[in-house]
Every structure is written in structure tokens, then in C-alpha cells.
């Protein structure tokens, strides 16, 4: 093959991945959906990208490549809290869910799908695997509450490697039929699998983490060189049994990602980055290599069998292993019915039914376009429903519209009151106890904690929240508080009180802080100075008769429009250096002084002075009870 048309496959595969995911984010949709239809269009479609063609034999190592870095990230992300927190459902999930799905799946392949019981069995085997591939994508689309997304998560992310030495050892055992103890050798393959992949993962990772709490990597070397371990483990554990390495590489994630590494963060978001970028190789890959030929070999009966695996093998398995669990009838139903097949599934039938029809069963050329069919069904389906079937059991947020207040004080708590009288869900984080007083006070949902720690990751739902303001008097730790949750909520919905860094250049720069709120008037101490003097929120609707532009022009600089609250409950907050745009039908929400306040009040219910203005907004709409603000002086 000329090296130019493989460099232009290369970059044919990146641009395609990244596109579709960049597509998928404008579109709100699955990103694997978009993924399997862009390959599908530059393969069987256009001819434009054939991967068994472009890159011969190179496809399946680079695809198995793939799937254990994928799988090593998704083992960073597992947490021993979320474990805790969902444990009982998990176990269920893995035992007795996945015999189960294994014998309901091989029972449908046999009498459904008219498949002989070697090749039944091998796809039931296959069919278990609910990958992170696919699952982390969508829990990332649909927003779950915490737990169920748990469920999810360790399910796909522990069934993977298992469900693939699962699928490997039912493969050998036919394949090897005729050996003289076929079911010994089968069990000691299992459990010698097992063994040395967990064995193997759990040693590197303590290993690594020794190397890094002495500082025998350098700080840029990190990722790179856990990349390059994890390689190195995949391959040393496949070598000891096939689709060990898989296990391996899970384990070793799980141990990273637990061990209380000061830089894993950082760790985890390269390792994140990276998986983004493999998952949509893969899967371009896998799509593009469809082929006409493949789907014919696809008839009614194999229909039948995908619909009795969807409604009927899946739910049913769930159900029955999870008798007797604390997952409510909710959560049993979402993870019934949510059960995606992804790369691993594909991979593995793509390796075993050429060898199996060479051992003797024709039959077995069916299993690649059964695997894949049953993965782009379970992708569409799945992916366009989840949000919509979680919604409707009231296990995800409707819309993330909540703000998280970070730093509690006069002026946040009076933000957070006037927010809550217009039905927007705010949250306020302080690691004073003292400090949160008015807030419980107020009965303003709280956190009290450092929200920069694993305490916060453990307990705070972010579920609802869509919007963050750093609002605290230390510069630098609200910088630090806003780079931590841009990865969560999007950088453009990040916020923090401004800084000096304009004036001085010693202060944390613009790139490493959240959006500047409002302008310099809105720094910590002129906020607070000014609510002291009798400066309180009010609110004020735009219509259709009353524009913005009329609203504007009527301003002074006594009034400070910090944020609009939109018709369907989001927020337009105010950055500096831009103008506040409010539509008809939303709401301003402006930082008044006394005398404005007075202004825009009817005539006959004007106060004469400040005094009594300030009086009459310590009140939970203006916001304060007085007590409470003199405790706040005293402090």
C-alpha cells in the first residue's frame, strides 16, 4: 500500500471520528449514533473508507489496542464510594445477571434465531458484554442521578472483560472439542485468566503509584508513561490468556484511580481526552468495515432473534437477578431496558466466526453481521431513548438549570433567595459552618464542606446544576474551584467574582480563572460593601411591550443587571465586557442601590430615606432577617 493513502486513511478516520463528535454535541445526540452513521457512510455507502482494505491486518490489533486503553479509563473512573453506594445492585449485575443473560441469550440464539447450539452459545457469550464504549457516552447525554448511573457504569465497565473471557472460553471450548478433558481445561483456562489478569493489573498499578509518591516520573512523563504500561500489561496478560489483557487493564484503572493520587486528576482528565479520541476510531472503524455481503446473510429469523434479545433476554435477566436488591422498580426498569453492545462485543464476533467456520461450523459466518446488526440496534435504540425512559421514571434532571453558589454571604445568600422565588434550584457551598448559618436559616439548599475535595465528589449531586459562581474573597481559590468544575459543566457556564489581573499582572491570569462576572464593580469586597449600604436584587420582566433596550436605557450606574432568567428556567449570566441580552419573557435580575430601588417603586409606596429602605428589605425576598445580618457584621 502507498504510504500516502495510508497517511490519508489515517486522517480520513481522525477527521470522520472527531466530526461526528463534534456533530453529536451541536445535535444533542449520541455521539455513537452519529459515529456508526458516519462510518457507515464512508463504507458500505461511499467506498470512500473500507478498513479490511486500507489498513489489511492492521485492523484488529489496533482495535484491541483501543479497547484496553478505553477500558483502563473507564477503570479510573470507577469510585470505591459509587461501589459502596450501589453495591448490592452491582453484584446482581455481575452474578447472577451475566449467566443469566449468557444461558436466556444462548436459549433465544438456538430457538429464535435457528442457530446450531455451538454458535448459540458463543453469541450468547457475546451478547452479555454492555461496554464503556458506549455506556459512558450516554450516561454523559442523559444526565442520570448518581446512583443508577452507578449501575451503569460498573456494569459495563466490569461485564467488558469478562463477558470477553467469557466469550473466548466458550470459543475454545468447541474449538477444542476433541481435546481429552475439554471442561477441566476450559475451567482452569477461566480461572488462570482471571488470576493473572487481576493479579497483573493490581501489581502494576501499586507499582506505579510507588513510583509516582517518590518521584521517579517526572510530572509530563505521567500519562505517557501509564499509556505505554498499560500497552505493556495488555499485551504480557493476553499473552498468559487470550482477553486477559482486558481484564488487566480494567483492574489497573480501578487501583489508579483509587489510590489517592495528588496529580490523578490530571491523570484522569489526559486518559479522558485520549478515549474520546480512541472510541471514535473504533468505532468508524467497525461501522466502515460493514459490508453489503455481510447483511445478507441476515433473514427474518435473525430479526426475531436482536427483537427477543432487546425486549425479552435483557429485561428478563435483570429482573430475575436483582429480586431482593434495594434498586427501586425505577432503576431495576432503566438498567433492564438500557443495555448497549459496543466495541467489544463487535471485535470479538469480527475474531471468532471466521475461525469458527475453519473449525467446522459454517454456521458461524452468521455471527459478525448478527453481532453488528445487534450493536446498531441496541446503539439507536438505547441512545435515543435513555434520556427520554430516565425522565419518565424520574431518574435524571429534567434540565440542568441549578446554580452552585461557591462562598456563602450576604450577597450570595440574597442572590440565592430572590433565584429561588423564580423557581431556579440553587445551591450554596461553604467549608464554614458559621458562615452557612443564614443559609439554613433561609432554607437555601446547602453543602458544608471543601468542595474542592473527594468528600464533595462523593456527596454532591450535580445532577441538577448547570451553572457555577465562585463567589468566595480568595482570588486564587476561586480560580481553583472553577477549573475543577469546567470539566463537568462547560467552560462557558463557569463563573467566579472578578480579579485585579487587568491591574496586576501578579494575579491569576484570565485563561486559568472561570468568566469574569459582570465587571469590576462586582468584586467581592464593592459586593459586599454595597449590600452593607442597603443595595438588595430585584426583578424585572421583559415583555414584548417592555424591551430590553427600554429597560436599559432607563440605568444608571446604581444598578448592576447580573443575570436574566430564561422562559424554560436557564440562565443568562452576565460576563464582563459583554452585555446582557434578555428576550422577552425573561427576567432580569439587577443589584439595586437604595435609591434606585426607590426610583422604580410606585409613587405611593416610595420610602423617605435609606434607613427604612434597608429596614424593609431584611426579609427573606430582599433578603435577610435583621438578626442575621448582624451576626454577619459581628463575623
Known amino acids: 500500500m502507498p504510504e500516502s493513502h495510508l497517511t490519508d486513511v489515517l486522517v480520513l478516520i481522525a477527521v470522520l471520528g472527531v466530526g461526528a463528535q463534534w456533530l453529536a454535541w451541536r445535535l444533542r445526540w449520541p455521539a ?3 459515529l ?7 463504507g458500505p455507502l461511499a467506498g470512500v473508507l473500507v478498513p479490511s482494505r486500507d489498513l489489511g491486518p492492521m485492523v484488529h490489533p489496533v482495535i484491541q489496542l483501543c479497547v484496553a486503553v478505553i477500558l483502563f479509563e473507564g477503570g479510573l473512573s ?38 446450531a447450539w455451538p454458535v448459540a452459545l458463543v453469541f450468547g457469550a457475546i451478547i452479555v458484554v454492555t461496554g ?11 444526565a442520570l442521578r448518581r446512583r443508577p448511573a452507578s449501575y451503569l457504569k460498573w456494569e459495563g465497565i466490569i461485564n467488558d472483560p469478562l463477558g470477553a473471557m467469557l466469550a473466548v472460553l466458550v470459543f475454545q471450548f468447541f474449538v477444542t472439542l476433541q481435546a481429552p ?19 497483573m493489573g493490581w501489581v502494576t498499578a501499586r507499582f506505579m503509584v510507588w513510583l509516582f509518591l517518590r518521584g521517579q516520573v517526572a510530572e509530563f ?20 490468556q487470550a482477553e486477559a489483557g482486558l481484564l488487566a487493564a480494567t483492574v489497573m484503572g480501578m487501583v489508579l484511580g483509587n489510590s489517592g493520587l495528588a496529580d490523578i486528576q490530571e491523570i484522569r482528565r489526559f486518559k479522558e481526552y485520549l478515549a474520546v479520541l480512541l472510541v471514535s476510531t473504533v468505532f468508524i472503524l467497525l ?37 431482593g436488591t434495594p434498586m427501586s422498580y425505577a432503576e431495576r426498569g432503566l438498567v433492564a431496558w438500557i443495555a448497549p453492545r459496543g466495541i467489544v462485543a463487535a471485535a470479538v464476533g469480527g475474531v471468532f466466526a471466521p475461525e469458527m467456520v475453519m473449525a467446522g461450523y459454517p454456521q458461524a459466518q452468521v455471527l459478525t453481521p448478527l453481532i453488528f446488526a445487534l450493536v446498531l440496534a441496541t446503539v439507536i435504540l438505547h441512545g435515543f431513548s435513555i434520556r427520554t425512559v430516565a425522565l419518565k421514571l424520574g431518574l435524571a434532571s429534567r434540565d440542568r438549570h441549578g446554580l452552585m453558589l461557591v462562598g456563602a454571604s450576604p450577597w450570595s445568600v440574597a442572590l440565592a433567595s430572590r433565584l429561588r422565588e423564580l423557581g431556579v434550584y440553587v445551591i450554596i457551598c461553604d467549608q464554614s459552618w458559621h458562615r452557612l448559618r443564614p443559609v439554613r436559616l433561609a432554607g437555601i439548599p446547602y453543602f458544608y464542606g471543601e468542595v474542592l475535595s473527594e468528600t464533595a465528589e462523593q456527596e454532591l449531586d450535580l445532577s441538577d446544576i448547570g451553572y457555577l459562581v465562585a463567589a468566595t474573597d480568595n482570588d486564587a481559590y476561586n480560580a481553583l474551584v472553577c477549573s475543577r468544575y469546567v470539566r463537568d459543566l462547560g467552560r462557558e457556564y463557569v463563573f467566579q467574582l472578578p480579579t485585579d489581573a487587568e491591574d496586576q499582572p501578579r494575579q491569576i491570569q484570565r485563561p486559568l480563572t472561570g468568566r469574569p462576572l459582570y465587571g469590576r464593580e462586582a468584586r467581592y469586597e464593592e459586593l459586599q460593601g454595597r449590600y452593607y449600604r442597603g443595595w438588595r436584587f430585584q426583578r424585572t420582566r421583559i415583555t414584548r411591550g417592555y424591551r430590553a433596550d427600554a429597560y436599559f436605557s432607563g440605568l444608571g450606574e446604581d444598578t448592576m443587571p447580573m443575570l436574566a432568567v430564561r422562559v424554560q428556567g436557564g440562565l443568562r449570566l452576565r460576563e464582563a465586557g459583554r452585555a446582557l441580552a434578555p428576550e422577552p419573557g425573561e427576567t432580569v435580575l439587577a443589584f439595586m442601590s437604595p435609591h434606585a430601588q426607590d426610583q422604580r417603586r410606585p ?18 425576598g430582599g433578603t435577610l432577617p435583621a438578626d442575621t445580618t448582624r451576626q454577619w457584621e459581628r463575623s
Open 32 to 34: 455513537i449514533v452519529v
Open 36 to 42: 456508526c452513521a458516519f462510518g457507515l457512510a464512508a
Open 78 to 115: 470507577l469510585r470505591w464510594h459509587e461501589f459502596r453506594e450501589a453495591r448490592s445492585g452491582v453484584r446482581r449485575l455481575l452474578f447472577p445477571a451475566l449467566p443469566l443473560n449468557w444461558f436466556l441469550g444462548s436459549l433465544a440464539a438456538h430457538y429464535v434465531g435457528g442457530l
Open 132 to 142: 464503556p464504549t458506549v455506556i459512558m457516552p450516554l450516561l454523559r447525554h442523559a
Open 181 to 199: 478433558s475439554p471442561t477441566v481445561e476450559v475451567i482452569a483456562r477461566l480461572v488462570g485468566g482471571v488470576v493473572v489478569g487481576v493479579a
Open 221 to 240: 512523563l505521567k500519562p505517557p508513561v501509564l499509556l505505554v504500561t498499560v500497552l505493556v500489561v495488555y499485551a504480557l496478560a493476553n499473552a498468559v
Open 287 to 323: 461501522a466502515a468495515d460493514v459490508n453489503a455481503g455481510m447483511l445478507a446473510l441476515l433473514d427474518w429469523r435473525a430479526v426475531a432473534l436482536i427483537a427477543t434479545v432487546i425486549f425479552v433476554v435483557r429485561p428478563l435477566a435483570i429482573w430475575t437477578a436483582t429480586i
Open 603 to 620: 409613587a405611593g409606596n416610595r420610602r423617605m430615606d435609606a434607613n427604612s429602605l434597608v429596614r424593609r428589605n431584611q426579609e427573606p
